[in-house]
């Protein structure tokens, strides 16, 4: 579309001159003999950019502004001066007009400076769209779930998002702790500032202090620029600390300092800075119990703890399995260009058995692998993924749900089953890295390698993982 321009100016030999000047450039152009006409037509239609002489009978081109910027305060405002009024045009400025032109014009200049204003506009239009549906996919709405343990997560993260309070938010793995962070930003009134996320678990513990709190040059070897920590950029929004039991102890008393103080110091310099950062941090793992072990600093724990929100796992809210595969099917064809119309009622119905040790993400996971492979026009249960349709990927027996009879049972065998079956899901859920799944089942890697030998599992993991 062209942008729209609307010239305000009592002389019409400068109306005539500008109108053919921009018509031109290929600008929409718009003409108003002086101040009350500018009026009349900006409240019929909109400009992207007024350009107004600044002295004119009735209403001066500063009342204009004024009222412009009072009722449409994104419309750009460019004034027109005589020479020798420069003065007044930095005042016009200082009031919102994005720039002056002087008369007598130099053309070349004048088509500049319109250009680089509508640009301008363009970009803070833009940015403001992008802001919009950034908030839109990272609110509240889009934590998928009907069931009882959801609705109660969605009802705290409503209570929650217009609060300036430290949230932490504990679950297993893959249930959704960063999605719930975003909706607490996105949902209230830092929705337009930052949301800026660290990942404890990834940063190596040399670097965690420099990427927090940033650092001066020369102040270590590598530091050949002064560089900006993370709680800066994150000033005046949400800071997202991800998998927050994973700092060391050492971390821990600074990162305690800047929540209580609310004050950072870059590594190398003798000063502070002032930060305003709302904290939303998440644990896979009981903080309370890394409090008595001596792993976490209790007073860390009651300042992140304030309010806690906890993500059920997937098992628990089985009633939304079907909501949550049917939206990354959505989601899938969309990303993947692909036409698949539904998933069986058979395909669903194995979804629903399985039992997720990856929860959500998982779920996600699968569905995308399926959605990726599938040629046909809806998922059937051979379409998924052979893990899920094995007795092992189901939901395990309970000590309830196990018969006893005259002849007894062979325990041994009983216990050895499900020792086998959480074996498989911890290495598939650890994407075949056993060191990684021997952490999960909270054993060493020596005793995951003799159980993968004694069940004969070598074809789970491949061995060229181990080390990863």
């Known amino acids: 579309m062209k942008s729209r321009i609307l010239v305000v100016d009592d002389e019409e030999s400068i109306r005539e001159f500008l109108d053919i000047m921009l018509r031109k450039e290929g600008y929409e152009v718009t003409l108003a003999e002086d101040g009350l006409r500018a009026k009349e037509l900006i409240e019929k239609k909109t400009f992207d950019l007024v350009i107004s002489d600044l002295q004119m009978p009735n209403v001066t081109g500063i009342e204009l502004l004024k009222s412009v910027r009072l009722t449409y305060p994104d419309m750009l405002f460019m004034m027109i001066t005589?020479?020798?009024?420069?003065?007044?045009?930095?005042?016009?400025?200082?009031?919102?007009?994005?720039?002056?032109?002087?008369?007598?014009?130099?053309i070349d200049e004048v088509k500049i400076v319109i250009s680089n204003a509508l640009r301008s506009r363009n970009l803070e239009v833009e940015n403001k769209i992008l802001k919009k549906e950034l908030g839109k996919e990272n609110s509240f709405q889009n934590i998928v779930g009907q069931s009882q343990a959801m609705n109660q997560v969605m009802e705290m993260v409503r209570r929650v998002s217009t609060t300036p309070t430290n949230i932490l938010v504990t679950g297993e793995s893959g249930t959704g702790k960063e999605v719930v962070a975003k909706a607490i930003h996105y949902s209230g009134p830092l929705k337009d500032k930052p949301f800026v996320t660290i990942n404890c678990g990834a940063i190596p513990e040399s670097l965690m202090e420099s990427e927090m709190f940033g650092h001066k040059k020369g102040s270590f070897t590598g530091a050949v620029t002064d560089k900006s920590g993370l709680f800066e950029v994150a000033d005046g929004g949400s800071l997202f600390l991800d998998e927050v039991g994973e700092l060391p102890l050492t971390i821990q008393v600074k990162l305690l300092r800047a929540i209580q103080e609310r004050v950072i110091r870059r590594v190398g310099a003798t000063d502070d800075q002032k930060v305003d950062v709302r904290i939303i941090a998440a644990t896979n793992r009981n903080l309370e119990d890394m409090v008595r072990d001596g792993g976490f600093r209790q007073d860390l724990y009651f300042r992140l703890n304030v309010i806690n929100i906890k993500t059920p796992p997937l098992r628990d809210r089985r009633d939304d399995i079907v909501l949550l595969a049917t939206y990354f099917l959505r989601k899938y064809n969309d990303k993947l260009s692909?036409?698949?119309?539904?998933i069986s009622a058979e395909a669903m119905e194995v979804l629903k058995k399985y039992?997720?040790?990856?929860?959500?993400?998982?779920?996600?996971?699968?569905?995308?692998?399926?959605?990726?492979l599938e040629s046909g026009a809806v998922i059937l249960p051979e379409s998924l993924p052979p893990f899920v349709n094995t007795p092992t990927g189901r939901k395990l027996a309970?000590?309830?749900?196990?018969e006893i009879g005259d002849d007894g049972i062979d325990l041994e065998k009983v216990i050895g089953q499900i020792e086998k079956e959480l074996l498989v899901k911890a290495i598939h859920t650890a994407g075949g890295v056993k060191k990684k799944a021997a952490k999960l089942l909270k054993i060493s890697f020596r005793s995951m390698r003799y159980r993968i030998e004694k069940y004969g599992l070598g074809v789970v993991g491949d061995d060229e993982l181990d080390d990863e």
Do not use: H
């Open 338 to 342: 692909k036409g698949i119309g539904s």
């Open 398 to 402: 309970s000590s309830n749900e196990i």
């Open 355 to 372: 039992n997720y040790p990856g929860n959500v993400r998982e779920l996600e996971n699968i569905i995308e692998r399926t959605v990726a």
């Open 82 to 106: 005589a020479f020798g009024t420069t003065e007044t045009a930095v005042e016009a400025m200082k009031l919102g007009a994005y720039d002056y032109l002087t008369k007598p014009f130099k």
